[in-house]
């Protein structure tokens, strides 16, 4: 039973580009979070989403950044023009229900240039 | 944002000795989770805490879920070199779906 994939698992962008992360939940896992991580911190919540729906995008920045989960395929995070300030560890989660456990990946190391 | 207070925030030890830390929150949370991190890769789901008071073990982790409801507890016992790395505390409070994480305790285990 695989577990949550996250690729690319590295991503470099220059100043200005974009970057988008993908994300394939667990089987049977309908509902997808995306955090953020920087160097020596916790992770902080970005965005919830459940298939074709995004329920909870208080902790994404309102400009630049868009995430999907569409009926197939996987939960996009997107960053447009990236600045430096992007650079981190995104990680993504998911879980059957709001009730249980999230599941991790193993996270897209972004690095803006 | 809001985190959660985590304590120690690092400790080198002993290889064979028991470590405890602890996850503490101005508010009351239905779920506690515990995860270790290494270097480089996602968070790994430890222990899952569900009920006030409950005692949870996963092999040499045990976890406890504080009578409160604002704090929790992590004990490893007998630490080896493997259990480097992070672990971070993760509560939900009721009727939320959002999962509030600690700031970390950084562990180091010395053979």
């Known amino acids: 039973n695989a577990g949550v994939m996250q690729n690319p698992r590295h991503l470099v962008r220059r100043r200005g580009q974009e970057a988008r992360l993908r994300c394939s939940p667990m089987?049977?896992?309908?509902?997808v979070y995306w955090y953020r991580q920087l160097p020596e911190e916790g992770l902080k919540f970005m965005v919830y989403?459940?298939?074709?729906?995004?329920?909870?995008e208080s902790g994404m920045p309102k400009e630049r950044f868009s995430a999907e989960f569409p009926k197939e395929g996987p939960s996009i995070l997107r960053i447009q023009q990236v600045v430096r300030g992007d650079s981190a560890a995104y990680f993504c989660?998911?879980?059957?229900?709001?009730?249980?456990?999230?599941?991790f990946g193993p996270g897209t190391r972004l690095t803006v240039l | 944002g809001q985190q959660l207070n985590q304590s120690p925030q690092s400790m080198f030890i002993q290889e064979g000795e028991d470590v405890s830390m602890n996850c503490t929150s101005s508010?009351?949370?239905?779920?506690w989770l515990w995860y270790k991190q290494d270097p480089g890769e996602g968070p790994v789901l430890l222990i899952a805490l569900y009920k006030a008071g409950e005692l949870t073990s996963n092999g040499r982790l045990t976890a406890q879920f504080g009578i409160t409801r604002k704090d929790s507890f992590l004990n490893i016992s007998a630490s080896i070199p493997s259990d480097v790395g992070i672990y971070f505390c993760?509560?939900?409070?009721?009727?939320?779906?959002?999962?509030?994480f600690g700031t970390g305790t950084r562990l180091k285990v010395l053979a």
């Open positions: 508010s009351i949370f239905n779920t």
């Open positions: 989403l459940q298939k074709e729906n995004i329920i909870d």
């Open positions: 993760a509560g939900q409070g009721s009727g939320t779906y959002k999962y509030i």
């Open positions: 989660a998911s879980s059957p229900g709001t009730s249980f456990e999230q599941f």
């Open positions: 089987k049977g896992h309908s509902h």
